[in-house]
């Protein structure tokens, strides 16, 4: 059974870039979507964007201009970065498993990360 | 403002039944594109319930139950209990003029009275 986990830093300062991975164990990173979910507190879900096992993306066209999902084949790992945060992007940030059938079907715990200074 | 429109909460008393509506456009919903449900607990991460509009993944009791109809889509509880209390989210694809993107409802709150 696939298992996610969020790894990085709990907090970063405005203006800076948000990086984040995600650990992929009991299965291969090489089929499927891979996701960005984030919940802002008190908040409802806002999709940020996947990476299909291919390389190719799919960003939320809010967050298009900041955002990167990359894929670490190597490690079975993907990754976030969201550049030029602000305290608005303050959030748990779930990294998830997702494909056009069955939605997403498996997510990690989620990282509360904070923006401040 | 969600492109997909959830009540923000409903509530009924244990045995009942309660209904959320997620009413998408012509771009999401009336597109074609299928609906999928979450459950969330607080501090949780949010669970697959219904995927492809209708269907339980293995584990999910029969009592909830997913529809999805022109530019709407609902969510069934039927035999309300306890530990259905918790927050709902309803999901598609929205093909819109903006960027084609996966998006979330606002979410409903369900209460057992």
């Known amino acids: 059974q696939v298992q996610l986990q969020e790894s990085g830093p709990g907090l970063v300062k405005p203006s800076e870039t948000l990086s984040l991975t995600c650990t992929v164990s009991?299965?291969?990173?090489?089929?499927?979507?891979w996701s960005w979910i984030r919940q802002s507190p008190g908040k409802g879900l806002e999709w940020i964007g996947y990476?299909?096992?291919?390389?190719?993306?799919n960003y939320n066209p809010s967050l298009k201009s900041r955002v990167t999902i990359s894929l670490v084949t190597s490690t079975n790992q993907f990754s976030l970065r969201l550049k030029s945060v602000t305290a608005a992007d303050t959030a748990v940030y779930f990294c998830?498993?997702?494909?056009?059938?069955?939605?997403?079907?498996?997510w990690g715990p989620g990282a509360l990360i904070t923006v401040s200074s | 403002q969600s492109v997909l429109t959830q009540p923000p909460s409903v509530s009924a008393a244990p045995g009942q039944k309660v209904t959320i509506s997620c009413t998408g456009s012509?771009?999401?919903?009336?597109?074609?594109?299928?609906v999928y449900w979450y459950q969330q607990f607080p501090e949780t991460a949010p669970k697959l319930l219904i995927y492809?509009?209708?269907n339980r993944p293995s584990g999910v009791p029969d009592r909830f139950s997913g529809s999805k109809s022109g530019t709407s889509a609902s969510l069934a509880i039927t035999g309300l209990q306890a530990e259905d209390e918790a927050d709902y989210y309803c999901?598609?694809?929205?093909?819109?003029?903006?960027?084609?993107?996966?998006?979330f409802g606002g979410g409903t709150k369900v209460t057992v009275l």
């Open positions: 998830a498993r997702q494909d056009w059938t069955h939605g997403v079907d498996t």
């Open positions: 999901q598609s694809y929205d093909s819109g003029l903006g960027g084609a993107s996966w998006v």
């Open positions: 012509s771009s999401n919903l009336g597109a074609g594109y299928d």
């Open positions: 492809s509009n209708s």
């Open positions: 009991g299965g291969s990173i090489s089929s499927d979507y």
């Open positions: 990476i299909y096992y291919s390389g190719s993306t």
